[in-house]
């Protein structure tokens, strides 16, 4: 008797016990989060934060190779007013290069008209029997500065040879020009990319101070130590 009697005491405890562990369960099912309150302080930063757009950065790499097209890199690295620059100063340079070919092709076929060009005459390269004096001359065009007007003059042998000369290393020389005017963009618009990837913030410092040196001296000497401290 007294067995059954311990069992029921056993199994209502347990009974009770249980019912107990469930109960706790489900409060912890049904609770609610507690709110925290946020300041309006913390609420503006979240806006920000979630309003700032990343900074745009230039690849050295891209800006390189579009700068082959004048001013396509400038306007790649959003220096547009660098591109007008471009523009002007490669078109001269090709312009430069444009007229000084034409004054060389008209003092050229002056110099020419003293010769014989026929490949078939035996006299072929010779001078003209007509034109072979000192003094003999022909006509040739001669343009003003940016080819606006033009006008005929007799020319000598030895003008048209001076002229045909001068004419030809103006045109060399304005292609020497144009053609570096054409490498100094590419390197101005990669120079440009590298330098807007640089770290120009608050978060670069540089402290400088003084110091005393005693490397292998007996006596100090006075320095300046200069530490740069990245944040």
Request: charge should be positive; proline fraction near 4%.
């Amino acid at each position: 008797m007294k067995n059954w009697v311990l069992l029921g005491l056993i199994l209502l405890v347990s009974g009770r016990i249980a019912a107990q562990t469930e109960g706790k369960k489900d409060s912890l099912k049904i609770g609610k989060l507690t709110a925290v309150p946020l300041d309006s302080a913390t609420l503006a930063q979240a806006d920000t934060l979630k309003n700032v757009k990343k900074k745009w950065m230039p690849v050295p790499k891209t800006a390189t190779r579009l700068a082959f097209i004048p001013g396509a890199g400038q306007i790649y690295n959003r220096d547009y007013w660098k591109a007008p620059i471009v523009y002007l100063a490669f078109g001269g340079g090709l312009y430069t290069y444009y007229l000084n070919t034409i004054k060389y092709r008209d003092f050229l076929g002056a110099y020419e008209s003293f010769y014989v060009l026929d490949k078939n005459d035996p006299k072929y390269g010779q001078r003209k029997q007509e034109l072979s004096g000192d003094d003999d001359t022909v006509r040739v065009r001669v343009r003003n500065l940016l080819n606006t007007s033009s006008e005929y003059r007799d020319i000598t042998h030895s003008q048209a040879i001076r002229q045909k000369n001068y004419w030809r290393r103006n045109r060399g020389f304005a292609l020497i020009v144009t053609g570096l005017i054409y490498t100094l963009s590419i390197i101005e618009a990669n120079v440009a990319a590298h330098l807007k990837t640089f770290d120009l913030s608050d978060d670069l410092t540089l402290n400088v101070s003084p110091k005393l040196n005693q490397p292998s001296m007996r006596t100090p000497t006075p320095g300046v130590r200069m530490v740069f401290n990245f944040k």
